[in-house]
């Protein structure tokens, strides 16, 4: 059974820098994404950042490029999204999702990410 941890969300003011974790049990990495997904309170799911397994290959959205960073560390199956320079926009439930096997480069399509996790809570204060 596959399941996503993620971990390191908390409560900082804008400016500051936070690591969120994703931890993959049930599924080694392989050719599929990972992607962070974010909701903030009365709004869609939006994509963050996505990296691809196999090739290492990345995509942001405008609204984090520059700011956040998606990376993996394949010994302990983990994939990470490191924030810098928070703004309260990015006050959000941030998810991390697995998609389908068979890609090679990251992607950003939410219908084809299979697997979820709970979601940890990220707020900025101003």
């Known amino acids: 059974q596959v399941q996503l941890v993620e971990s390191g969300g908390g409560l900082v003011q804008a400016g500051d820098s936070l690591r969120v974790s994703c931890a993959v049990s049930g599924r080694t990495f392989g050719s599929y994404n990972m992607g962070w997904f974010r909701q903030a309170p009365g709004k869609e799911r939006e994509f963050a950042a996505a990296?691809?397994?196999?090739?290492?290959?990345?995509l942001y959205a405008d609204s984090v490029k520059g700011r956040f960073t998606i990376s993996r560390d394949n010994a302990k199956n983990t994939v990470y999204l490191q924030m810098n320079g928070l703004k309260p926009e990015d006050t959000a439930v941030y998810h991390c999702?697995?998609?389908?096997?068979?890609?090679?480069?990251?992607?950003?399509?939410?219908?084809?990410?299979?697997?979820w996790g709970q979601g940890t809570q990220v707020t900025v204060s101003s």
């Open positions: 990296i691809n397994l196999f090739s290492g290959s990345t």
């Open positions: 999702a697995a998609s389908k096997a068979g890609f090679y480069v990251a992607n950003a399509d939410v219908r084809g990410y299979i697997y």
